[in-house]
């Protein structure tokens, strides 16, 4: 006689195996009930703790299917003990300094267009830029880029970093940096309209950014187009901040730029 299974549940109702991973010091994850994301700090019997980017501690148990991870669902469990210790890491991908203190802001800084770009790099970068002890200031547009820079004055010993949105051959963003002339003053950019879409599609659960018409508002159009609530993209912009957990979140042509300016700003990259 054939024989059956007792479990007769469909194969497609199954829960697919997820992959487990060890809750090591500095990987982060987020919590799938709260969306609390953040860094692993410590990891105890049955429990893990979380610390996000203003410091705000979390303890959460360690449940099978609880976590994402580059936004896939992962299983943490506690790492092997008696194995050498893994450096942490800050959300850059950087070797964290561990009880390091933020060093005195130099005179250089990095210039982004927007509010939503200097959020998204203190995010990923803020780590960094404390212990560099670079600043970063937003300009709201870059169409006064020019006498922005004559202002600031650079020189060898205050070098200006500057990233622009849709820094392509031929706009009007590519004309303007090109009129920036100081051998102290940097201007990098993106090819993304927004910085939204510097953010990994499959980070927030969408195949792509959808194509938004000419003369239409981006961000308004792109919350149409997903079913997110166009009234307050602000509000958006926070929901898609809080899933960006570290760079591997981000698109590189934004990666590279950012670690371009920030080794030229504080003299490593050269000039």
Known sequence: MRQYSADLTPSWKK??????VAAEPGLVVEEQGTGFCGAVIRCEAGTVTLEDRFGKHRVFPL???GFLLEGRTVTLVRPASGGPARPARTASGSV???????????AGRIYVEGRHDAELVEKVWGDDLRVEGVVVEYLEGVDDLPSIVEEFAPGPDARLGVLVDHLLPGTKEWRIAQSVTSEHALVLGHPYIDVWEAV???????????????GQDWKTGVCRALGWPSENTGAVWQAILARVGSYKD?????LGRVEELIDFVTGSGGV
């Open 63 to 65: 449940e099978p299917r």
């Open 96 to 106: 964290a300094v561990p009880g390091a203190r933020a060093r005195v802001a130099r």
């Open 250 to 254: 981000l698109e590189p042509e934004l």
């Open 200 to 214: 990994k599609p499959s980070s927030l659960g969408i195949e792509a950014w959808p194509r938004v018409p000419h």
């Open 15 to 20: 829960p697919q195996p997820v992959p487990e």
